[in-house]
């Protein structure tokens, strides 16, 4: 526990303007995030007698061990700035909500050629329209299945589509007049595209304008005696006023509004969130989230707000923002909020009329959240505990592990030899410090050499960062922050989303950012002056290996070879969920139904889940290698223009340099590369239909490293089975 006094900055060293500050702890991590209008009065308020601060502020102040500032301008932009740092740095004593669920919305891709209509959840696109939120999928789908017979609007998806339009045949939803089918010609791109924005007119709320047009044009197709085009006209009215119905009135005057109310205790509080759009009820979402500091509702709301509205502009903020308690000082706030919509926006406490009885709607949605969530969490707790507790009982620890970090080895025969780490904090997944490597020390297969290597690798920048001698050089390793989907290639020096998505730092999740070699393009510096990458320089008290003894005991020398003593080892095997330990013949067996098994079982799986995508990734990248790749200076844009011009690698093999200088963006020095590359390099060798037999005569018009199908297709080598079986 550190003293405050020891680093409390002199008062003539902070300055009396607005600004906002970081309290990091003794590893450089920011740990708190603060802005101010005056630095100076309130950071004096932190180094007063402990026993007269509040305990979460006293165990903050305990726990940093220096604290730094930044001078702005205005509050509005200590505002920014402060909401920036909380996202980028995660501290953990700083309010963070937390999404009680990923809440669907409906989305219309106008930035398609020919926009489509679906359910989306996470990050907000460009040039997509969104509705809602909406509380379930089931929801948007009721909607706009009554929506499609007015507004026959594209939903399939691109795959879909591309084989309509190859096939010159419709879907079934083209077939019921649910879709104008522009897939076939129906429609042209500018008529669908008028349906789309007529889809979200509605959806926007602006419906009395289009059920009146309806309405006329029933009357003169009745009139006209064209009756079977008004009974058409009178059941799209229907449609229409039932998914009306949907979504009852709630405030008078087409008001767009969002409630935000706020329900808490000592320990937690919950926000509900509805948004009105047109005087009705379009979406709900709900945040909960630990008081880790001492803050007052109208901090809650401040800190909601910026959640909110921290990634919005123009008509996602709406007019008028209504809350339970206001922000002190409100003006920066309500300044924030303007200057995201680009037009005035009204921040207030509703006093009375129908406002005021739809906020209190609201603020019993939030108290019942907060019970729902308190209910959830305590059983959670209690089994967390106990697992951790049962672990470190078996292992004989001092305490419970409440940092695990799991190691796994994946290849495929040898090849692409891989490892992941995973951490779990208190029981739950830390996906943001997840890791993975590369195996570079030798070639070849041999899972004990691969744990030795990166235990050292790992442990080795933990005590590199923990006594800031500067860069490791010995050899660099792979490190992605990677959210926790699909796959994408990786950087080899620099730590780059590799998974799918934010990318994170953006991250989400299954890592964060940081490679060996450099940070952000900065050669050799193991950590950023401001703390933004989370690194190695958190020791967990117990490493899991997945093996058996020799995994073990090449974990545990790699940790005695670095001097490290205090964290322990252990290793779940697959067999028979035998605990092994280092130095003992015999297993530590845990009953099967023990939680403490239970949370080794799910540590365990979830890096050998980890490692085997990352592996699968580099093999995938490995299958896709050709002769151009080898190029140097020709991009991919480069390659797919020469393939587009060929038609193959062979017809460019053959083709001779005046011929290549034809592609364009293809100078004569880089053809003459290209030639002497191709040149140089064997064919690939002959592809094999699976499905035939047959040894494919124009090897080159596939893609190198893959054999394939009996249409073309390339296809990987082996059963499903087969390749399985080979995977570890």
């Not at 339009?165 to 083209?174: F, K, Q």
């Not at 906020?359 to 305590?378: C, D, F, G, I, P």
């Not at 933990?462 to 660099?476: H, I, M, P």
Request: hydrophobic share 35%; proline share 6%.
């Amino acid at each position: 526990m550190a003293d405050p006094s020891s680093y409390r900055p002199k008062p003539g060293d902070i300055p009396d303007t607005p600004g906002v500050y970081r309290f990091r702890d003794e590893h450089r991590r920011v740990i708190y995030v603060g802005k101010a209008k005056s630095l100076r009065q309130r950071l004096a308020n932190y180094f007063q007698d402990l026993a007269n601060l509040h305990p979460r502020t006293r165990s903050m102040v305990t726990t940093a061990a220096s604290v730094e500032w930044t001078v702005v301008s205005t509050e509005v932009e200590a505002l920014q700035l402060e909401y920036s740092w909380i996202k980028e740095f995660d501290p953990r004593f700083n309010v963070k909500y937390r999404d009680d669920k990923s809440y669907p919305y409906l989305a219309v891709t106008m930035n398609e050629e020919f926009p489509r209509v679906q359910v989306m959840r996470g990050h907000k696109k460009k040039g997509v329209r969104y509705f809602g939120p909406y509380a379930h999928a089931w929801a948007i789908r009721d909607t706009v299945d009554l929506l499609l017979r007015v507004f026959p609007v594209r939903t399939c998806s691109a795959g879909v589509f591309k084989n309509a339009a190859r096939t010159g045949r419709p879907c079934l939803l083209g077939y019921i007049d649910k879709c104008s089918a522009p897939c076939v010609g129906r429609v042209t791109a500018e008529e669908h595209r008028e349906l789309a924005e007529e889809f979200c007119d509605f959806m926007a709320g602006r419906t009395g304008t289009y059920l009146r047009r309806l309405e006329k044009r029933m009357v003169e197709a009745a009139e006209e005696m064209e009756y079977e085009r008004a009974a058409r006209l009178r059941d799209d009215i229907e449609a229409l006023k039932k998914a009306m119905e949907k979504n009852a009135v709630v405030l008078a005057d087409a008001t767009d509004a969002d409630l935000i109310a706020v329900a808490e205790d000592e320990l937690e509080a919950a926000v509900q969130i509805f948004h009105v759009r047109g005087g009705r009820v379009r979406g709900q979402r709900g945040w909960v989230t630990d008081k880790v500091e001492d803050v007052t509702t109208g901090a809650l709301v401040e800190h909601a707000l910026q959640q909110l509205y921290g990634e919005e502009r123009g008509d996602a903020v709406p007019k008028e923002v209504l809350v339970p308690a206001l922000p002190d000082p409100v003006e920066p706030v309500q300044q924030w909020l303007t200057d995201r919509r680009g037009s005035n926006v009204s921040l207030r406490i509703p006093q009375r009329g129908d406002k005021k009885a739809l906020m209190e709607t609201v603020q019993r949605n939030a108290q019942q959240s907060l019970v729902l969530h308190k209910t959830r969490r305590a059983s959670d707790l209690t089994t967390r505990s106990r697992a951790l507790e049962e672990i470190a009982e078996a292992l004989d620890l001092d305490s419970a592990p409440l940092r695990i970090e799991c190691y796994d080895i994946s290849h495929l025969q040898g090849d692409d030899v891989v490892a992941s780490m995973v951490v779990f904090e208190d029981g739950l997944q830390r996906k943001s410090e997840y890791r993975r490597f590369q195996i570079k020390g030798f070639e070849g297969q041999d899972d004990v050499r691969s744990m030795h290597e990166v235990i050292t690798r790992r442990f080795r920048r933990y005590l590199a960062e923990k006594e800031r001698t500067g860069e490791w050089a010995d050899g660099e390793e792979t490190t992605t922050g990677v959210p926790d989907a699909t796959a994408a290639p990786v950087s080899p020096a620099i730590g780059t989303p590799a998974d799918g998505g934010p990318g994170a730092p953006a991250a989400a999740p299954d890592g964060g950012p940081g490679g060996d070699a450099s940070v952000n393009g900065s050669p050799g510096g193991l950590i950023e002056e401001d703390g933004r990458p989370k690194r190695f320089a958190y020791p967990p008290q117990l490493v899991v290996v997945d093996g058996g003894q020799p995994q073990v005991a090449a974990a545990r020398r790699a940790l005695d070879e670095l001097g490290i003593d205090d964290i322990a080892v252990c290793g779940l095997a697959k067999r028979l969920e035998e605990v092994w330990v280092p130095g003992d013949d015999d297993p530590v067996v845990l009953p099967r139904s023990s939680e403490g098994l239970y949370l080794l079982q799910r540590v365990r799986d979830e890096a050998h889940r980890f490692a085997i995508t990352y592996q699968r990734t580099k093999r995938a990248k490995r299958f896709r290698a050709g002769p151009l790749d080898d190029v140097p200076g020709l991009g991919e844009t480069r390659k797919q223009a020469l393939i587009k011009h060929f038609g193959s690698v062979k017809k460019l093999r053959s083709a001779t340099i005046d011929q290549i200088c034809e592609v364009p963006g293809i100078g004569r020095k880089t053809a003459e590369t290209i030639a002497v590359a191709l040149a140089q390099a064997a064919p690939a060798a002959p592809a094999v239909n699976m499905a035939t037999g047959e040894i494919m005569e124009d090897v080159e018009d596939v893609v190198p490293g893959k054999t394939t199908g009996s249409a073309g297709e390339p296809v990987p080598t082996g059963s499903p089975d087969e390749r399985r079986g080979q995977e570890t």
